[in-house]
């Protein structure tokens, strides 16, 4: 994937801390951009209200490549983009780039099931999020699909 495969950019700094013993940012870390990436986007465009919202996103699955390290004192540039906008789910798919490259150092993705906040039971996306959410759909191509 290159960085033209993607609707939205986050700048996220590296830290000290994200190395792991082998000098490279550990695996975990990389779920961390991508929550961080996703949630972010979703809070500046007004539709997620983390302590009050009426409708959350659960992840119910999630995955990573990973094409090559990054490491602290790096800046990684997350793009994101929609696979998939479903009835009351979304493929959120995440490529997290080192601020001079154009190929992706890792590809991942999770899937979103939004729910009511108190039943937890799969709620339809708003029409105001289906209106935000559609400019970042890019659906996968069936090669795609079937890595």
Do not use: K, Q
């Not at 991508?34 to 983390?50: C, H, R, S």
């Amino acid at each position: 994937m290159s960085r033209a495969d993607y609707a939205a950019w986050r700048a996220i700094p590296t830290r000290w801390m994200d190395n792991d013993a082998y000098g490279h940012v550990n695996n975990v870390v990389y779920y961390s951009w991508f929550d961080t990436a996703v949630n972010a986007w979703l809070v500046e465009a007004g539709l997620l209200d983390i302590a009050n919202g009426a409708t959350i996103g659960l992840v119910v699955e999630t995955g990573c490549r990973y094409h090559r390290s990054l490491a602290f004192p790096e800046t990684v540039d997350a793009g994101i983009r929609i696979a998939r906008l479903g009835n009351s789910s979304v493929r959120w798919e995440v490529g997290l780039f080192g601020a001079d490259s154009d190929e992706a150092a890792a590809t991942g993705f999770f899937v979103h099931v939004y729910v009511d906040r108190a039943s937890r039971r799969p709620a339809p996306l708003p029409e105001a999020w289906r209106a935000a959410l559609t400019p970042l759909l890019r659906p996968l191509d069936s090669a795609a699909a079937a890595a």
